[in-house]
């Protein structure tokens, strides 16, 4: 079957393979999350199975089908422009989407990867160049030092703060912020965070664009929905609140099962929380809890000792000003480090 072949160029971890055999084989010493993974890849069946990160609930197991997951693969390799014995790093867990599709890119399109244990500085112990590679933002930030190994980056798996983003425009490399998730098979939109190829256009000025094949449009909640037909075979309704730039643009506002509806104005916490990026280092959201006069009330949750905040340096408007602020030890997480903002709401009120 189709599924069965692998690109001639293909290498991983400088090893090259004449057959799936010696390819799982290979992998079976090297890494038992990945030699399961090729072993359902490989196998006759026509979808694989992949959880959702559970970032935004429960994680669940969902069906992709490998001829979408392989078109997935292709977009990449287009937009980006990396063909056959590009060079790429793979330090995210294949037990989720994106490490699950860094492998399948490079299976896919001959890629020369290597893999490095998934860590929150992946490229410590780096020593030579790439052309590709995907972080989550904690990597990015812990990696600016040497990111320059990297050619062009994609980032996902949470906000880029404007404090990274800042340190980014002094950086050689190609960060792009991505768009997605796992029912449309990792990104179908990216952002350009530095190298505005001397444009002088403020970075925050920069909309997500679609990647080919890729049609978006917004429901009656403003929220985003997405055909994208080589990926998906339905439409992806999402809780994304946008701004619709244009057809193929779209500015991102927040998710809708976070908006704040206090005293009638309804607050974006995650649009608050680039403004308070400027002024907290720590780990922190915002969220709306109960109150009787304005029906939610907006507080600031920090993670860690409890400390002095101007909140005047962030510039609000008078509804964005936080009524309380509260301090935690440790926020709640998901498997893959995603803040589970609910559960940790839950743990301040329920002490």
């Not at 792009?176 to 990216?190: D, L, P, Q, S």
């Not at 006069?293 to 000792?305: A, F, P, R």
């Not at 893959?336 to 002490?351: D, E, L």
Request: charged share 25%.
């Amino acid at each position: 079957m189709e599924q069965n072949k692998f690109h001639k160029e293909f290498k991983l971890n400088n090893n090259s393979f004449a057959s799936v055999d010696e390819l799982q084989a290979f992998t079976r010493n090297f890494s038992d999350e990945i030699y399961q993974f090729l072993e359902a890849w490989f196998s006759d069946d026509d979808a694989i199975i992949v959880n959702t990160s559970g970032s935004t609930g429960k994680p669940k197991p969902i069906s992709l089908k490998k001829e979408f997951v392989k078109n997935s693969a292709k977009a990449t390799g287009l937009y980006f422009d990396l063909q056959a014995n590009t060079t790429a790093l793979l330090c995210l867990p294949t037990a989720y989407i994106a490490g699950k599709l860094m492998l399948i890119r490079a299976l896919t399109l001959g890629w020369h990867l290597d893999v490095v244990e998934p860590n929150s500085n992946p490229l410590e112990t780096i020593d030579k160049k790439y052309d590709f590679s995907a972080m989550v933002p904690l990597q990015v930030e812990n990696s600016l030092a040497k990111l320059n190994f990297i050619k062009k980056l994609i980032v996902g798996g949470g906000v880029v703060s404007n404090s990274l983003q800042e340190k980014l425009q002094e950086i050689s490399t190609e960060v792009f912020a991505t768009y997605g998730m796992t029912e449309t098979i990792t990104h179908i939109a990216v952002k350009r965070l530095n190298n505005f190829r001397g444009s002088k256009k403020a970075y925050k000025d920069e909309f997500y664009q679609t990647l080919p094949n890729v049609t978006i449009y917004i429901d009656e909640r403003n929220c985003l929905v997405i055909a994208a037909p080589k990926v998906s075979e339905k439409l992806v309704v999402t809780n994304d609140v946008v701004n619709l730039i244009s057809d193929v643009q779209f500015e991102w506002l927040g998710r809708f099962d976070n908006v704040i509806n206090s005293g009638g104005i309804k607050l974006h916490p995650e649009k608050i929380e680039e403004k308070l990026s400027k002024i907290i280092t720590n780990r922190f959201f915002v969220a709306g809890i109960p109150d009787e006069k304005l029906g939610e009330k907006l507080v600031l949750i920090v993670e860690g000792n409890q400390q002095e905040i101007n909140i005047d340096l962030a510039q609000f408007s008078k509804f964005e000003i936080p009524k309380e602020i509260y301090f935690l030890n440790n926020f709640v997480e998901t498997e893959s480090a995603k803040i589970q903002r609910k559960k940790t709401v839950a743990k301040i009120f329920t002490k």
